[in-house]
């Protein structure tokens, strides 16, 4: 258990909708990645938050929103839904995004589009 | 930009086999490099991981030493068992000079190894 906590496990839902992925991450970690896992392209990273403040920005579609809450969980909004964006999303979290340090990753929200 | 590549697979084993699992990097900055582990239904674990060229980093019996001359990372173990049997992740997450991380990491495409009894 990386102490990564992710709901819901699993999402099914219909092109044209919109959903809400949530992260809690470890105790005392400032830093949350998003990353997404598909089988044609692999695991990309998404958006990195930073104590309430996004840090980085990867190959997020503008359909797709993040935020860091004041209680550091985050949430990835997904929004106009199509069949390609079904996926499994990970979120990871690290102390500080500034130096090196692990990230760890949560068990993931596998997403269906249907 | 950044990116890893690792070898095409699957990888099938008998336990007890040697494994190698080849890793390459192109990044633009001075880079950490790791080893993930997926295992069936779970997230990414981090498996070992070296900060600076010519660091072996090992964990559970793997190994994998930061070649900057080679810009490569290659995964090795000596004898692998059955519970092994996973996805491997090759990544990276650079940084500059004066050690800041940019954070995110680079994947490669991962290689799923099959080990059998």
């Known amino acids: 258990d990386s102490g990564v906590t992710q709901t819901p496990k699993h999402l099914i839902t219909a092109t044209g909708q919109r959903v809400t992925l949530r992260c809690s991450p470890r105790s005392g970690d400032l830093s949350v990645y998003w990353y997404q896992q598909s089988l044609d392209q692999g695991l990309q990273f998404l958006i990195q938050?930073?104590?309430?403040?996004?840090?980085a920005k990867g190959n997020i579609l503008e359909r797709f929103s993040a935020q860091q809450f004041p209680d550091l969980h985050s949430e990835l909004n997904l929004s106009s839904l199509e069949l390609g964006d079904s996926a499994l999303y990970f979120c990871?979290?690290?102390?500080?995004?500034?130096?090196?340090?692990?990230?760890?990753f949560g068990p993931g929200t596998r997403l269906t589009v249907l | 930009g950044n990116s890893v590549t690792q070898m095409e697979g699957p990888v099938t084993l008998s336990e007890e086999a040697f494994l190698t699992i080849n890793c390459t990097y192109t990044a633009t900055g001075y880079p950490s490099l790791f080893w993930y582990v997926q295992y069936p239904g779970e997230g990414l674990q981090l498996l070992l991981k070296a900060t600076k060229a010519d660091d072996k980093g090992s964990n559970k019996g793997f190994e994998a030493t930061y070649r900057k001359e080679t810009t490569s990372f290659h995964l090795e173990k000596g004898s692998v068992q059955v519970s092994d049997s996973a996805v491997y992740f090759c990544?990276?997450?650079?940084?500059?000079?004066?050690?800041?991380?940019?954070?995110?990491?680079?994947f490669g495409q991962g290689t799923i190894l099959t080990v059998h009894p």
């Open positions: 990871a979290s690290s102390v500080d995004s500034r130096h090196y340090n692990e990230q760890f």
């Open positions: 990544a990276l997450s650079d940084q500059d000079a004066g050690g800041t991380s940019y954070g995110k990491l680079t």
């Open positions: 938050y930073y104590n309430g403040e996004e840090r």
